[in-house]
C-alpha cells in the first residue's frame, strides 16, 4: 500500500453508516434451520425454475432496461397503470431509489424505530437527517408521533406495515389519519414488504390510500411472500411523475433478465395461486406457533408477517447463542430483542422446544 499520501476521504455521512447486519447463514454442511431472514422456507416452482433455466441462454444480452413485460404484469397486479410501477434489485434498492428521487442533502426523513435496519442507511447514503420515532409498547407504529415529527424540513415518511422486526401492521384509520395530518408536498413511502401475510381486516389498504393521495409510494417485493429473494426483485408504486422520477434514478438495467422472467412465472395466475396457497400455509404456521408460545406463557406482539418478535432486552445475544447451538438460526437485534422467521413445520417445532426451554430456565 502507498504511504505518505492522503487517502480519499469517505463522506461523513458513509463514515457514520450503522452496519446492515444480514441474517446469520448456516456453516457449509450444517444441519440447521434458518429462521433468521424472514424468507420463505419453500423452494420455487418448477415453471419459475423453467423459467430461470430458459432466461439463462440470453445472459450474454442485457436485459430489458424497463422490464416492460413485467412491470405490466406487476401493474395488472395490483390493478394501476404501467407508467405508476418502477421495478428495482429488491425493494431495498426501490427504497434508495425512492429516496434519491426526492430528497436533498439536509432533507428529514421521519422513520419508526426499531424498523427495517436498512432505513438508516438509505436515509443517510441519499444525504437526509434521520428522524427516528419510538415503537409504542406493543411494537405498533405511533403514527400521531411520526405526525408529530414533521417539520418544514420534511421530505419523506417511512411507514414500515407489518413493522419489520416488530410484527404488527397499521390499520387503514390510522394511516387515513396520518396522511391527514401530513403536508401533500411530503412523501409518505408505505413499505409493504410483507403485505400477502396480513390478515387483520382493518390494517390499511396501500393502493386504496394512494388512489386518494397522490403523496403516497409503495414498497412491495417479490422475496417474500413470491419466494424470490435471492432474485432481487422489488417495486414502488407511485403516481405517475414520481414513478417517472424514481425510474430516472434507478440503476440501469437494475433488475436481471432472469429475475425478470422468474418473476413473470410467479405472476402467471397457476403459479400465483399455488404461491398464495403457500402464504396461507405460512400464514397457519404463524397462527400455530404464536398460539403455542403464548400458551408457553410468552407474551408478544401481534404478528401480521411471517415472523414473531421477542422482546428480550439484554438477553437477546445470549438467547440467539444458545437457539443457534440448538440447530435454529434466528435475528438478534443487540440489547432489544429476537426476530425469529415463521418457517417449516420442523424448524418451527424446533425453535418452539427451544423457546419453552427458555421459559422454565425463567
Ligand atoms: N422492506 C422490509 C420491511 C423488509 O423487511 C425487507 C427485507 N428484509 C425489504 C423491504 C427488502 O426486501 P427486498 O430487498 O428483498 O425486496
Known sequence: RPTGLARVPLRPAVEALPPYVPGARPDPGARVWKLSSNENPYGPLPSVVRAIADAAADTNRYPDMYAS???????????VPADQVVVGNGSVAVLAHVLAAVVDAGDEVVFPWRSFEAYPIAVAVAGGVAVTVPLADDGRLDLPAMAAAVTPRTRALLVCTPNNPTGPAVRADELDALLAAVPPHVLVVVDEAYLEFVRDPQAADGVDVLRRHPNVALLRTLSKAYGLAGLRVGYAVAEPRLA????????????????????????????????????????????????????QGWDLPESQANFVWFPLGEATMERAAQAREAGVLVRPFAGDGLRVSVGEVEANDAFLAIARGWRHAG
Open 69 to 79: 413485460e413485467l412491470v405490466e404484469a406487476l401493474a395488472q397486479h395490483v390493478g
Open 244 to 295: 417517472a422520477g424514481i425510474r430516472a434514478v434507478s440503476t440501469p438495467f437494475g433488475v436481471s433478465h432472469v429475475a425478470q422472467q422468474a418473476a413473470l412465472a410467479s405472476l402467471r395466475p397457476q403459479a400465483q395461486a399455488e404461491l398464495l396457497d403457500r402464504v396461507d400455509a405460512l400464514v397457519a404456521e404463524r397462527a400455530r406457533v404464536v398460539a403455542a408460545l403464548r400458551e
